[in-house]
């Protein structure tokens, strides 16, 4: 297929982030969504891949980009995955400017405006988190951040305590930094503002 093609150019010309699509896009590049260029590197693409076993959740985030696409999700024997592309378009240019730097991911500046919104949090938490608990108790939950700098692990976590009045602490892993939300009450009042925007498939990582 030709990917610049009149009709392509066209489409992309017509197409603006929603506000939604927005905040789904940001939880995304927090967790385990990529932007990458497209063949001749002008302008950035969305790609995301799910394993089969979470294919309501690849197809949930494909149902809310689907006029930004050309084909809908596709299965992939060998890796037992389903994934699917946008097409390149200037908005996620922008927001890979905002994410990267060289292939290495980095907070926006003002993510904090972003992190005030629970959608953020429940597609953020959907795609990297999970609880912790022993003997069926849950005592804390984790964010696996480690993709990101341990500076901008604080940030993460110095704004997360600060809207949410919950205790978060950087822990270690394999000398990689990641956000472990520490104490039965914090856990809990986190999950309770994201509970509404999460998936049923995902009740494994609820109490």
């Given at each position: 297929?030709?990917?610049?093609?009149?009709?392509?150019?066209?489409?992309?010309?017509?197409?603006?982030?929603?506000?939604?699509?927005?905040?789904?896009?940001?939880?995304?590049?927090?967790?385990?969504?990529?932007?990458?260029?497209?063949?001749?590197?002008?302008?950035?693409?969305?790609?995301?891949?799910q394993s089969a076993s979470q294919k309501e959740y690849l197809f949930w985030k494909y149902n809310i980009f689907r006029e930004w696409t050309l084909s809908p999700p596709k299965?992939?024997?060998?890796?037992?995955?389903?994934?699917?592309?946008?097409?390149?378009?200037?908005?996620?240019?922008?927001?890979?400017?905002?994410?990267?730097?060289?292939?290495?991911?980095?907070?926006?500046?003002?993510?904090?405006?972003?992190?005030?919104?629970?959608?953020?949090?429940?597609?953020?938490?959907?795609?990297?988190?999970?609880?912790?608990?022993?003997?069926?108790?849950?005592?804390?939950?984790?964010?696996?951040?480690?993709?990101?700098?341990?500076?901008?692990?604080?940030?993460?976590?110095?704004?997360?305590?600060?809207?949410?009045?919950?205790?978060?602490?950087?822990?270690?892993?394999?000398?990689?930094?990641?956000?472990?939300?520490?104490?039965?009450?914090?856990?809990r009042k986190f999950l309770s503002f994201i509970k509404p925007y999460c998936l049923k498939v995902f009740s494994?990582?609820?109490?």
């Amino acid at each position: 297929m030709i990917t610049n093609s009149t009709a392509i150019r066209k489409l992309r010309k017509s197409l603006k982030l929603s506000s939604s699509q927005e905040l789904v896009l940001v939880g995304t590049l927090l967790g385990d969504g990529s932007l990458l260029p497209n063949s001749w590197g002008k302008h950035y693409r969305l790609s995301l891949r799910q394993s089969a076993s979470q294919k309501e959740y690849l197809f949930w985030k494909y149902n809310i980009f689907r006029e930004w696409t050309l084909s809908p999700p596709k299965y992939y024997v060998k890796t037992n995955s389903w994934s699917f592309r946008t097409i390149s378009h200037p908005v996620f240019t922008s927001f890979a400017h905002l994410f990267y730097r060289g292939r290495n991911k980095r907070l926006m500046k003002d993510i904090e405006r972003y992190l005030k919104e629970p959608l953020v949090l429940a597609v953020w938490y959907m795609d990297d988190g999970n609880i912790r608990k022993s003997n069926g108790v849950v005592y804390g939950g984790m964010l696996n951040t480690q993709s990101f700098s341990w500076k901008d692990n604080l940030k993460l976590k110095s704004s997360l305590e600060r809207i949410y009045g919950i205790r978060v602490l950087i822990i270690k892993d394999h000398g990689k930094p990641r956000l472990y939300i520490s104490g039965k009450s914090s856990i809990r009042k986190f999950l309770s503002f994201i509970k509404p925007y999460c998936l049923k498939v995902f009740s494994h990582k609820f109490p």
